[in-house]
């Protein structure tokens, strides 16, 4: 059954970062800043890159990065109140631009006043029984003194997430990204889910797990997604190695994910090292992107890699800073240095949304060496499709002749298809 994300190519932003908001909550009482208008000018950027939904980090009330919630349902002052979350749901409407809202249910903040009153009655309190406890302590996660786990058997945790979903499904959202999905029983997702879908039968759920059996995790949770942190990784990795077999093996992989579910692609998010830091060439970033947008998936760009922005994540406190800047407040003021990458943004994703059967799209290993890679990727009922030539190598490659096909996307303008120059790529049809 065809649903609205086999169409759609999400545009991520880190909202707090991104309106440059304070990294503190304002003081109890202080009048809400409404930031969120800040992002409608971007609307319209979005829709020109050929992108038609939008991924919102956290929105709702923290102490600090967002990922410490205090309110699940009050926006956070640094970035409006209600009726500025209202606007901009109205403006992604009359774009038709679908939104995805952040959902951290796996911990909460320490002002959440849930575990205020956990923390003055004790673990056996009915406060107490909402969070994981250990020799009187709460648990937290992975050493983050400020973010408290929640016990995700208890029965009040499953009804108050189902009541968040839904409140904010209601006010006109399209689905959840689930933070840290990982950490959270796939028993706990496969209870809450088909309460919410009862009442948003479209909606899309997509979670956040970064290693382990992906498939089985989508099947157990009743999750509609996971992020595929292995392509992630295997795109920059085989790229700076000069070692395309570590990513034709990992499309083996990839490939067989899409016989269970659509994963969530991206060379680029939130939480880790920009793709034009990471890559040690920056002439690969089209090779990265020209991945991302020929095999199978619900594909992501991360706000500020189609302009080339870097940014290196470090594991310290403020670690993230780099990666999650402030923008201009309008394109306009966009530096001129990142126009050349987000013109080959746009031709790829409108590559990407003129053959919207990617989205399933099975793809085989055509040709690979060290240095270069095709990649055929056709639908998966079959019939006409794509390929992809990549060639890391420092001189002129040509690729076998039976890969034949017309140009429809190419980082060079070349005579003969199947004659790449160094370090460039091109689509062929196929």
Not at 21 to 50: F, H, K, S
Request: with cysteine; proline share 7%; charged share 25%.
């Amino acid at each position: 059954m065809d649903r609205w994300t086999d169409h759609a190519v999400w545009w991520h932003v880190y909202p707090l970062g991104f309106v440059g908001a304070e990294q503190q909550a304002l003081p109890a009482g202080a009048t809400p800043i409404p930031r969120l208008d800040r992002l409608e000018p971007w609307l319209d950027y979005l829709v020109e890159l050929g992108c038609n939904g939008l991924a919102l980090g956290p929105v709702f009330a923290s102490g600090s990065h967002g990922y410490d919630t205090v309110d699940y349902l009050r926006i956070d002052p640094r970035l409006g109140d209600d009726a500025a979350f209202g606007r901009l749901v109205q403006a992604c409407r009359t774009r038709g631009v679908r939104l995805l809202l952040d959902g951290v249910f796996n911990h909460v903040g320490r002002d959440f006043p849930r575990f205020r009153e956990a923390e003055a009655q004790g673990p056996d309190s009915p406060a107490g029984q909402w969070f994981r406890w250990h020799d009187g302590h709460p648990e937290v996660f992975e050493g983050h003194d400020l973010l408290v786990s929640l016990r995700h058997d208890a029965p009040a945790v499953r009804d108050h997430v189902v009541a968040v979903m839904n409140h904010w499904l209601d006010r006109g959202v399209d689905g959840w990204r689930l933070d840290a999905a990982y950490q959270v029983p796939p028993s706990f997702w496969a209870a809450v889910l088909p309460r919410v879908r009862e009442r948003h039968p479209g909606a899309w759920f997509v979670g956040e797990v970064i290693h382990g059996d992906y498939a089985e995790f989508v099947a157990e949770s009743g999750l509609d997604s996971v992020t595929q942190y292995e392509l992630w990784k295997s795109i920059w990795s085989a790229l700076n190695d000069a070692n395309l077999h570590e990513l034709a093996w990992n499309l083996g992989r990839h490939d067989e994910l899409l016989e269970a579910f659509a994963p969530l692609t991206f060379v680029g998010n939130h939480d880790v090292t920009r793709i034009a830091s990471r890559l040690t060439d920056p002439a690969h970033l089209g090779h990265a992107v020209a991945v991302l947008m020929t095999v199978g998936g619900v594909p992501s760009i991360y706000a500020g890699d189609e302009q080339a922005f870097t940014g290196v994540k470090e594991e310290r406190e403020h670690g993230d800073d780099a990666v999650r800047p402030p923008f201009p407040d309008t394109p306009a003021d966009l530096a001129s240095f990142g126009a050349p990458t987000r013109e080959v943004h746009e031709r790829l994703i409108g590559l990407r949304r003129r053959h919207p059967w990617l989205v399933h799209a099975r793809t085989t290993v055509e040709h690979v060496t060290n240095t270069t890679l095709a990649l055929r990727s056709v639908p998966r009922d079959g019939g006409a499709g794509l390929v992809l030539l990549l060639s890391v190598d420092d001189e002129p490659q040509r690729f076998p002749d039976e890969l034949a096909g017309e140009v429809v996307e190419s980082a060079d303008l070349a005579d003969d298809p199947l004659q790449v120059p160094a370090h460039s790529w091109r689509i062929l049809t196929g």
